[in-house]
């Protein structure tokens, strides 16, 4: 069987090596890609982002199955142009997406069906907004732009001056284009937060071994948001009673909830969840793997991944039973200085041995590029230095001294992740 994996990052890297221990998968091919994921797959010059150029290289490459990792091109409709072109693809369809890519659709679906999350209001204009906020009158409250934005559209504003920059600057000036037309304005809440991936295929839903990540650039969940500097999987606050009450109250109830308004999911759907006083709440749905997640999530997958995306595109989840080693798994991102603003590319990496650092070390490339044969920084993130051990503290210690063995210019990491859990 030959795959297409879309994307170019560090959770498409993880995706691939997984895919590729399974004896039934002959060859993996991805595209875009990156330095490090060609050394696991031969990677084609087609932007993540361009349907056709997907769909055409699918055929042109004979793909069984095309696996659609970014939110992008699954907002965009990459799987259902691939299944009206009669290939086989994993991802959710645009429809589906949307629970995801759209605040507005995804809060209003959770006020429908009574799943639980924080109250809110939305907004198509930013005098009606500001005057609710002052209204309120309650900080910290939480501005969010409706549709994607590389991560970026959350701002948690402490007080009005503050909740007035963000609507403006969503709303008028528009820094995150047209996914700013509306917004979501929201209370505040607070908890450990929880991520929980899931396969399901429209009626079964089968959660995975939960993670954490962190989403701050600086140690001590200071600085500006990022894409994630770090994961460690098990969650340590999510025991089985939340995750009982997890199933009842938010993932099952999602499932119906999407399958009663016509959209079906099929794929992976994220749950960002909060602990709070009066429950768990959802954060945000994403429509796709996690990154950095995947990357401490999938090495504790005991089932062939591919048994699953195939049951899954057959809609025949409910046959298969899916294992997990016991062990933990803990990531740390190696990220170029000033990300997530302004950074330099370019820099030579050095201490990167072949296929992994020592026995249970894995690096997952985010963002690399060769220079000749020598990998050099070529993203914000760069690479995810990710071990498994007997728990997470071994975990976290073997995965900080694969990051001591790899330097490159201007390099920076957390040095605290995962030490909610120690
Ligand atoms: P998101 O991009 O939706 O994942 O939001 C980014 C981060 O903002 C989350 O991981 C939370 O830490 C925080 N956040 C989002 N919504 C809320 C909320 N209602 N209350 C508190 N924190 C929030
Ligand atoms: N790590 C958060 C995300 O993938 O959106």
């Given at each position: 069987m030959k795959i297409l994996m879309v994307g170019s990052g560090g959770r498409e890297h993880a995706l691939v090596r997984k895919l590729k221990e399974?004896?039934?998968?002959?060859e993996v091919i991805c595209a875009p890609g990156n330095a490090g994921i060609s050394r696991d797959a031969e990677c084609?010059?087609?932007?993540?982002?361009d349907i056709q150029g997907i769909v055409a290289l699918a055929v042109e490459q004979k793909a069984d199955i095309v696996f659609v990792a970014p939110d992008d091109p699954l907002a965009a409709g990459m799987v259902d142009a691939l299944e009206e072109a009669g290939i086989k693809a994993y991802g959710p369809r645009a429809a589906a997406a949307e629970i995801e890519s759209s605040k507005v659709f995804s809060k209003g679906l959770m006020k429908k069906y009574g799943i639980p999350t924080a109250d809110y209001e939305v907004f198509e204009d930013p005098q009606t907004a500001l005057l609710y906020i002052k209204s309120k009158n309650s900080y910290p409250v939480v501005v969010k732009a409706d549709g994607l934005a590389?991560?970026?559209?959350v701002i948690i504003a402490q007080d009005y001056e503050g909740a007035e920059k963000a609507v403006i600057s969503i709303m008028r000036d528009k820094v995150f284009g047209a996914s700013g037309n509306k917004v979501v304005v929201e209370e505040f809440l607070t908890g450990p937060e929880v991520s929980v991936l899931s396969f399901t295929d429209g009626e079964t839903i089968l959660p995975m071994v939960s993670s954490m990540d962190h989403?701050?650039?600086?140690?001590?969940?200071?600085?500006p948001n990022t894409g994630g500097m770090g994961t460690i999987s098990p969650?340590?606050?999510?025991s089985e009673e939340v995750a009982r009450l997890c199933m009842d109250t938010i993932f099952k109830p999602t499932i119906e909830a999407m399958k009663k308004e016509g959209r079906p999911f099929k794929g992976c759907l994220y749950f960002g969840l909060m602990l709070t006083e009066n429950g768990p709440k959802v954060i945000e749905y994403n429509a796709r793997f996690g990154d950095p997640e995947t990357q401490v999530v999938l090495p504790r997958l005991k089932t062939p991944l591919i048994d699953i995306v195939e049951a899954t595109i057959e809609e025949k989840l409910s046959t298969i039973n899916v294992e997990w080693f016991d062990h933990a798994c803990a990531c740390v991102i190696m990220a170029s200085g000033g990300y997530p603003a302004g950074y330099e590319k370019g820099y030579p990496i050095t201490g990167?041995?072949?296929?992994?650092?020592?026995?249970g070390v894995a690096v997952y490339h985010s963002g690399t590029a060769f220079d000749g044969n020598s990998f050099v920084t070529n993203g914000g993130r760069v690479l995810g230095v990710t071990a498994t051990g007997k728990d997470l503290k071994e975990a976290i210690k073997k995965a900080y001294e694969g990051v001591a063995s790899i330097t490159f210019r201007n390099a920076h990491y957390r040095k605290d992740i995962g030490k909610a859990s120690l």
């Open positions: 399974s004896g039934r998968v002959t084609f010059p087609v932007a993540a982002a590389l991560g970026k559209g989403k701050k650039a600086f140690d001590g969940d200071s600085g969650n340590p606050f999510y990167l041995l072949g296929d992994g650092q020592a026995p």
